[in-house]
Structure formats: structure tokens, C-alpha cells
């Protein structure tokens, strides 16, 4: 019989959210509290005291001994340190202590977190203070305390406080904006996430015998096996017993953290999966996902699988993707993405998609360097992802009523004058009224953009960043000029169709996969960035320095320090898999293929004396012995190849892009080639057969 779980009683039941802050503090503490989050200010220690000691009784009751401040380093997964609550009492004794300086601000000693330049290693100190907006919550024993992280200079050392600089920026420029539409009452405006999560499941015995898993979390080698995706037979299958008891036990945590996992389904390749959660304020969809990776794989381990979060654990079988859904929400609401039903609303609409589309289209290159990292390499661009090429999807009826717009010609009602921004309705925007086209890097949804290129490893801090970055600058812009009109109405619909105008090149509905979209791109002046290599030159390029210093949302040395991260991130990661295939290559598969064909020799020697037949042992002998050569071959390649990266850095990438990766490709091939042909008692590691079809 299944265990009878009461989702309402038990979600949230292990976060101190509102709710439980309302019951535990004084009604003036919970104000002050209330108060400094909506205005963005900090946290008196008179009033952190107090909800410090409400925390720490809760956090005891619910089992935590220990308290942690955790961040979100810029390699793009969380840190945590533990200290516990006890304080000594001088008689041998302890009691559990936790005070409000404590849950303001912690001192971690962060030396090891990548900073790019910002510190000096013997300035080791790194600071972390909660932010406000984001609950506590107690797991695995410990109250765990959402914090920004920041160097001794104050400058952010972390994903978190970019981006909610980057809400407060898109907020302030939505409000002037809504103002205009004669809007007095919204205070803020809040982007929303729903990140769809995929991933993949294996047996933990299986994944423990591939060295190329455990190092890099993909396969690096591996034969085709007989049977891969076509069949389409995995995708929203039944889901096996073990992968739904996984499930079930990951949906029961995530929601006692708050976290509302919503949607659970089998994805196209086999042993793939997706978790989708219900959209929320970014900020806490960002720590969310965090959270909801974080939890995959301790629950997967629980029940002996190994959760992989890697873009392409597999060549030759579709890669794990995180769709990014993203829109703006006013406090009481509101979404601005929806059209509406008067002209008023529509107008908005239409003034907050401009707004967009022209954002994308100035910013292609910076949007396009937030998703480029190793692993999405394998991705963007390869038939199973949107191409490395920045575009918008609109869907027909949208695509319509712009071209109305720019050309001025009647949409829909031959006996109406050309449409009017401000004066006319728009037809009702229906929801997917064209086929939803799954090939586009941006679609529009409805009343959300759903941003595809993100890896399944990836924070999402960094891509809503930039799309809450853009949208704070265009609407800016935007609000210069209609601030200054005299004829409201007027100014917005030409400044509305004048932006379609210029703007048109990055909207595309066709088949962003195909061969000739490329082509087209290019013609349209598209920027096309197919690697990290080729990527990270651009993301500190002057144009987008100047947004992201003019807004605010970093000064030009964090700005600098992510970009030489990200730098040294890609070098590393492929400096380690190059490195992890020499060591198979060399430890295991060449062995193996000579151990086989020695045995075959054998074979053949003794069949000879027989002058038996021994056609196959001689063909396959030969066939094996052309291959460890040239694995041979290989092996020597990448390894030159390893040896002779530049010191400079930028080089490096390069070097690693040009000459390691090809060698990696290479030396596959005929590992590949002798997997296929050796027997499999001799292979040393699971096949792909064994690996997604056990
Ligand atoms: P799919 O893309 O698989 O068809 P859905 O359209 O149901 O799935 O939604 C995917 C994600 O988008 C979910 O996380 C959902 O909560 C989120 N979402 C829905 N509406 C919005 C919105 N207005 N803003 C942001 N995210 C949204
Ligand atoms: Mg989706």
C-alpha cells in the first residue's frame, strides 16, 4: 500500500517563511522585518536578534544542531560551511546559542572560491550576509541561511547579489514605464521563473565503473548501441518502479523545503528525466534550482542511482537542457507579457515586447555568453538544442500584427484603417496557436519568454541576469523618450513600430536546426558563436561593460573576474577530460584491445597447425591491429596536444578549442571502433547498452 503523504500539512513544513515568522515573532519585529524587505534595506542587529532566536528554537525543534551561511560561488553551485549552536557555559556544559550577528553576516574563510582577480589569496577573507528575501531553512540537520558573498572591499564574490541588483534595476525601469500608463499604485515589478529541469538517472554500480563518469560526469568513449532514442518509446513512458520511488521521495523533500516541483516525466532518451516546479520570483526560482540539483543527487544516491546533471552524458543520445521560462510580474499580478483585452493593456503588451525584441537583438552576444560554458558546447547547435544563434519565436498571430505595425497596413479587419497602437484592441492572443516551435532559443509562450540554451548543469543566475539587465536598459530608453512626449499615444505607437522596424532581424519562426537558418542568420547579420572559445572574447566587450557598469549590476572588476572564470572554468574542464581519455586510453582500452587480439593470435597459431579456417581470427586481427595503432596514434596526439597549451589564458581556450578538443574526437573514433570489436568479456568498462538499458 502506498504511504499516505499530506502535501499541503508537510510543503514548506521545514522552511521559517512568512507564515511561521508571523507566528514566532512580535508583531513589531515581523513589521520591521516586513518593512526592510520591501524597501531593500538592511537588517537593524535589534531586529536580527530576535529572528535569530525565533530561528535557532524552530531550526532545534526540527532536528538542526548546526547553522550554515549558504552562497552561491561563481562556479555556479552553492558552498555551505557549518557551525553548530552550541556556546560553552564554563562548567563543562553547553547551551545552543545563535545570535542575530550571526545571521546577518558570517566571515568565510573562501580562499579557494575562484574569484577572477578580485582577491588576493592572502586576503583570503570572504563575507556572506543573509539576504532577507530569501527564507531559511533546516535540511540534513542544519539551519541553512540563503547569503550573498562578498569580498573584505564589498565587491560581490557570488551569483546571488547580481542578480537581485539586476531585479531592482528591471523594477525601477518597469514602474517609470507603467507610470506613464497612468499605473500609480504598482511599487515594484518582479521577474518570474519556472526552470524546467532535466536530467538523468543510472544504476550507482554501473556509473562507479566508468572512470570518464566519475571524473567529468559524461562518457568521453562509448560504441552506439543497437538501440538508442528512435523509438521514442522512453519519452513520457511509465516510469520505472526505482526511478518513481526516486521521485517520490525527491517531490516529498522539495516540497517540505517550500519548493514547488509540480511536473515529474520521462524525457526523450532513455534514462532521461524532467522535473518542471511551478514559476516563482526569480530570486527564490534561482536558489530553488539550486536546491532541486542539490537534492537529485543525495536523493539518487539513497536509492543507488547517480543523478547526472551534465549537458551530454552521452554522444549520440540527446543531451539534458533547463528551460528557462521568464517574465514580469507587477506586486499585485499583473503579468506584462500577457496581452490584454483594452487598448490600454495592449499597448503595454506591445511596449514591453518591443522592449524585448530589441534588447535580444542588441544584446545576442552577452545573452548567448551567459549559456556558454564546456559541457553546452555539446549542445547548441547539434540537432537537439536551439543553434548557437540568438532568436525570438513570436508565433504567427504576433508575427501579424508586427508586420501590421511596421508596414502600416490593416491587420485582420480590411474595413478599418491601419491598427493604432493605444486606440485598438488586439485580436485575443491565443496560447500556443501555432505549433509550438521546440527549435527556437526564445520562444514566446503565451505570456512568458522560454529561454532554451541553458545547460541542465547551470545556475540560471547568470542568463536572468542579463535578460532582467536588457529589459531594465530598453525600457529605460524607452522612458526617456515617452517621458518627454507630448503626444503620449502618438510617441508610443511610433516609438513601438519604429522598434519592430529596426529590430525585425532577430524575430524567426522557421527551423532554428536547419542548415539553412544559418545561412540566413548570417545574411540578416546575426552573431553566430558556436563555442565558449569563441564566446568569452565578446562577453567583456565595451558594449556590454557599458550596460552592466551603467546599471549597476557589476563594476567593471566583478564584471572582468566572471569573465576570467568562466575562462579558466572552460580551459580546466577540458584540460581534465583530455587528460581522463590519455588515462583510459592508455590504462584500459589498449590493454584490452591487446589482450584480444593476443588471444586471437593464439587462436590463429593453433588453427594454422590444424590448417583449420581462420578467416575471422585473421581479419579481425588485422582489423584490431590497424585500430590500436592509430589509438596508439592518438594517444600521442592528445597528449602533444595537452602539452603545449599557452600560458596565456585566452590563448589556452583556443588551444583547447582548436587542437585538444579535434584530438579527443579523434581518439574516440577508434576506442569506439575497437569497443565494437572486441568481445565483451575483455571490455573494461560498461557499454552504452549496459548503461542505459539495464
Ligand atoms: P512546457 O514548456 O514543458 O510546455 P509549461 O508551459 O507548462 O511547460 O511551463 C513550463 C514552466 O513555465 C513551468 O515551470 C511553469 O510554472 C512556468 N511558467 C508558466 N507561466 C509562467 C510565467 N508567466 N512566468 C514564468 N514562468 C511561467
Ligand atoms: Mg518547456
New binding site residues.
Given amino acids: 500500500m502506498n504511504e499516505v503523504i499530506n502535501v499541503p500539512e508537510i510543503f514548506g513544513s521545514d522552511v521559517f517563511n512568512e507564515a511561521t515568522m508571523k507566528q514566532r515573532l512580535s508583531q513589531n519585529i515581523f513589521d520591521a522585518w516586513k518593512s526592510c524587505i520591501a524597501n531593500g534595506t538592511h537588517l537593524p542587529i535589534e531586529v536580527a536578534q530576535p529572528i535569530a532566536e525565533a530561528m535557532k528554537d524552530w531550526a532545534i525543534e526540527k532536528g538542526a544542531t548546526h547553522f550554515t551561511h549558504w552562497f552561491q560561488p561563481m562556479t555556479g553551485i552553492t558552498a555551505e560551511k557549518h557551525d553548530s549552536f552550541i556556546s560553552p557555559t564554563g562548567d563543562g556544559r553547553v547551551i545552543m546559542e545563535f545570535s542575530g550577528k550571526e545571521l546577518i553576516k558570517g566571515e568565510s574563510d573562501g580562499s579557494s572560491f575562484p574569484n577572477g582577480g578580485l582577491r588576493a589569496t592572502f586576503e583570503a577573507r570572504g563575507y556572506t550576509a543573509w539576504d532577507p528575501t530569501s527564507a531559511a531553512f533546516v535540511k540534513d540537520g542544519s539551519l541553512y541561511i540563503p547569503t550573498c558573498f562578498f569580498s573584505y572591499t564589498g565587491e560581490a564574490l557570488d551569483k546571488k547579489t547580481p542578480l537581485l541588483r539586476s531585479i531592482d534595476e528591471v523594477s525601477k525601469e518597469s514602474v517609470r514605464i507603467l507610470r506613464l500608463f497612468g499605473d500609480q499604485d504598482t511599487l515594484r515589478v518582479v521577474p518570474?521563473?519556472?526552470?524546467?529541469q532535466e536530467y538523468f538517472l543510472l544504476p550507482k554500480d554501473l556509473y562507479a565503473q566508468r572512470e570518464d563518469l566519475r571524473l567529468t560526469g559524461r562518457t568521453l568513449f562509448g560504441a552506439q548501441p543497437p538501440k538508442g532514442q528512435e523509438l521514442d518509446d522512453h519519452y513520457f513512458g511509465s516510469i520505472r518502479t526505482r526511478v518513481s520511488d526516486f521521485m517520490k521521495d525527491l517531490d516529498e523533500q522539495l516540497w517540505r523545503l517550500g519548493i514547488l516541483s509540480?511536473?515529474k516525466h520521462n524525457e526523450g532518451a532513455p534514462c532521461q528525466h524532467e522535473l518542471?516546479?511551478?514559476?516563482t520570483d526569480v530570486n527564490s526560482a534561482c536558489d530553488d534550482n539550486q536546491m532541486i540539483m542539490r537534492t537529485m543527487k543525495k536523493c539518487a544516491a539513497k536509492h543507488n542511482l547517480v543523478c547526472l546533471l551534465h549537458e551530454k552524458p552521452f554522444a549520440g543520445i540527446s543531451g539534458s537542457g533547463k528551460?528557462n521560462?521568464?517574465?514580469l510580474n507587477t506586486d499585485s499580478g499583473k503579468?506584462l507579457f500577457s496581452p490584454g483585452k483594452t487598448p490600454y493593456q495592449n499597448a503595454r503588451f506591445l511596449l514591453f515586447l518591443a522592449a524585448f525584441v530589441k534588447g535580444v537583438d542588441e544584446y545576442q552576444d552577452l545573452l548567448r555568453c551567459t549559456v556558454a560554458y564546456a559541457g553546452n558546447d555539446h549542445r547548441l547547435g547539434a540537432n537537439e538544442a536551439p543553434p548557437a544563434i540568438i532568436s525570438i519565436f513570436l508565433g504567427d498571430e504576433l508575427n501579424a500584427i508586427i508586420k501590421s505595425i511596421v508596414e502600416g497596413t490593416d491587420y485582420e479587419n480590411p474595413e478599418k484603417a491601419n491598427l493604432r497602437i493605444g486606440v485598438d484592441v488586439l485580436p485575443p492572443i491565443r496560447k500556443d496557436t501555432t505549433d509550438?516551435n521546440r527549435t527556437s532559443p526564445l520562444a514566446f509562450?503565451g505570456?512568458?519568454f522560454?529561454f532554451r540554451m541553458l545547460g541542465a548543469s547551470q545556475s540560471i543566475s547568470s542568463p536572468n541576469i542579463a535578460l532582467n539587465t536588457i529589459m531594465a536598459e530598453e525600457l529605460a530608453q524607452f522612458a526617456d523618450v515617452l517621458e518627454k512626449a507630448e503626444n503620449f499615444d502618438e510617441a508610443l505607437h511610433n516609438l513601438v513600430a519604429e522598434t519592430f522596424k529596426n529590430h525585425h532581424r532577430i524575430i524567426f519562426d522557421g527551423n532554428g536546426y536547419s542548415e539553412e537558418w544559418k545561412q540566413e542568420a548570417a545574411a540578416r547579420g546575426l552573431s553566430n558563436l558556436p563555442s565558449t572559445a569563441e564566446c568569452l572574447p565578446t562577453y567583456i566587450s565595451p558594449k556590454n561593460i557599458d550596460l552592466v557598469t551603467r546599471h549597476g549590476i557589476f563594476t567593471e572588476p566583478e564584471f572582468r573576474a566572471r569573465h576570467a572564470i568562466y575562462l579558466e572554468a572552460y580551459n580546466k574542464i577540458v584540460n581534465i577530460e583530455g587528460r581522463t581519455m590519455v588515462d583510459m586510453a592508455v590504462h584500459q582500452i589498449l590493454p584490452a584491445a591487446m589482450r584480444y587480439t593476443d588471444d586471437l593470435c593464439q587462436s590463429l597459431y593453433h588453427k594454422k597447425a590444424m590448417n583449420a579456417s581462420c578467416r575471422a581470427e585473421s581479419d579481425l586481427v588485422r582489423l584490431l591491429s590497424e585500430n590500436t595503432d592509430a589509438l596508439y596514434d592518438d594517444i600521442n596526439r592528445l597528449k602533444e596536444a595537452l602539452a603545449t597549451v599557452p600560458a596565456d589564458k585566452q590563448e589556452a581556450s583556443f588551444h583547447y578549442h582548436d587542437r585538444v578538443v579535434p584530438a579527443m574526437e579523434t581518439l574516440r573514433i577508434h576506442a569506439d571502433i575497437l569497443e565494437a570489436n572486441t568481445a565483451k568479456s575483455y571490455w573494461p568498462y560498461p557499454t552504452y547498452s549496459d548503461l542505459l538499458f539495464y
Avoid: D, Q
Fill in positions: 518570474a521563473v519556472g526552470a524546467e509540480k511536473t518542471a516546479p511551478i514559476y528551460h521560462n521568464w517574465s503579468n509550438r509562450t505570456n512568458k522560454e
